[in-house]
Each structure stands twice: as structure tokens, then as C-alpha cells.
């Protein structure tokens, strides 16, 4: 059963069009949720980190929110710059201090 | 500054044959990850070092694979033999301490023939 859970697998869009990504996890004793993008051929870059249900952080176009069950990832008025896959982990108390539970990850594409 | 570097950036081998995949972790930064990327798995890690030290190595899939971290600024991952199932992209990631944020190099793309 995965712990991490993203959705859409796939997202497309058109520049402007205003959307969100999902993240739902199912692990207990959340340490830390956290946001990478993934360019093609490149690793991931680290966005976010959030901490606690209520918590919001945002960068640019992209803000990021937690509750206990899930995260969410906005994009307000993407550019096609925005394209790529973006992936969420999660660090938990029944795992390793250390170990992050990547999802599988939504790929966004943003259309001019 | 530089972030993580990995080398080399693609390698294609044939099945059987000994693969080194290379990895300079950030300045600093006293915790070392190596993951593997495919479709149907995604990101899943493989090994992690602390202080030079292999602390988990529960996620290498077989005794083929193999990482040593020799020094605080080098370490390699290798697989001997291998397999066309072992094509898939390896990341190599750094942090500050063990529960800080993870920082991913660029990634040796492998493909096994």
C-alpha cells in the first residue's frame, strides 16, 4: 500500500489557468512533508518544507499547504516555465529519522 | 556554489559488465543519499551515510550492488554484475544533518543492454 499518494498523474494546462496538485499520505507522526521539482534530465530541486497541519509556505507562483491527510501544491497563473513534475515526500515517526517516502509524482505542463 | 556532482551523466554497458557511478556530495554537508528513479517505482532509497559511515543499506536491491564513501567528498556506488532490470536513473543527494533538506545532483542515467 503506497504512503504517498499524488494527484493528477498528469496535469495540463493553459499559461494563466490557475490549478492544484495533490498530495495525500497515510503515514502517522508526520516530521516533515516536503515539495521537489524535477526538470526532464535533471534531479529533483528542493521547493518546500512543511511542518504541521495549517502551515503554508509560498515561492512565486506556487504555494504550498498541509492538513493531517494531505498537501497541496498552487499554482496561481502558471507560465510554461512551470512545466515539470513536481514530487512530494514525507518524513515520518514510524520511519527513519533520515528516510524520505517519495510519491510518484504529477507532471505538469503549461501551454503558451 | 557547486551543488551535488555526479559522474558520468549517462552510461550504457552491457549485462555482466562492472558499473561506477560517482558522487561529490556538497562542501559541508555530513549526510549522503544514493537513489534510483524508474516509472514504476519512482525515487527509492538505496543507501545513506553519515559521517562517512554506511548507516542503512536495507534499500540495495542485491549483492551486486555495493557504495563506499572513502571521504567526506567522494563517493561511489557500484553494481557488478549488471542487468538490463538495473537500467534506471541514480541520484546521488546531500544535506547538512540527517533530518535536514536533501539536495539531489543531476543524476547518472544507466542503461543495461
Known amino acids: 500500500e503506497d504512503q504517498v499518494t499524488q494527484s493528477p498523474e498528469a496535469l495540463r494546462l493553459q499559461e494563466g489557468e490557475s490549478s492544484s496538485l495533490n498530495c495525500s499520505y497515510t503515514v502517522s507522526g508526520l516530521r516533515g512533508l516536503f515539495w521537489y521539482r524535477q526538470d526532464p534530465g535533471k534531479g529533483p530541486e528542493f521547493l518546500f518544507t512543511l511542518y504541521s497541519a495549517g502551515e503554508e509556505k509560498e515561492k512565486e507562483r506556487l504555494k504550498a499547504t498541509l492538513t493531517k491527510k494531505e498537501s497541496f501544491l498552487h499554482i496561481t497563473a502558471p507560465k510554461p516555465e512551470d512545466s515539470a513534475t513536481y514530487l512530494c515526500a514525507v518524513r515520518h515517526e514510524g520511519g527513519s529519522n533520515y528516510k524520505l517516502t517519495f510519491g510518484k509524482g504529477t507532471l505538469l505542463t503549461v501551454n503558451p | 556554489d557547486a551543488g551535488v556532482i555526479q559522474s558520468p551523466r549517462h552510461e550504457v554497458t552491457e549485462m555482466g559488465q562492472e558499473v561506477t557511478l560517482r558522487c561529490k556530495p556538497i562542501?559541508?554537508?555530513?549526510?549522503l543519499f544514493w537513489y534510483r528513479q524508474t516509472m514504476m517505482r519512482g525515487l527509492e532509497l538505496l543507501i545513506y551515510f553519515n559521517n562517512n559511515v554506511p548507516i542503512d543499506d536495507s534499500g540495495m536491491p542485491e549483492d551486486r550492488f555495493s557504495a563506499k564513501m572513502p571521504n567526506a567528498s567522494f563517493s561511489t556506488l557500484k553494481i557488478q554484475p549488471s542487468e538490463p532490470r538495473d537500467s534506471a536513473v541514480y541520484f546521488c543527494?546531500?544535506?547538512?544533518?540527517?533530518?535536514?533538506?536533501?539536495?539531489f545532483g543531476p543524476g547518472t542515467r544507466l542503461l543495461v543492454l
Open positions: 562542501s559541508g554537508h555530513n549526510s
Open positions: 543527494a546531500s544535506s547538512l544533518g540527517t533530518e535536514e533538506t536533501q539536495y
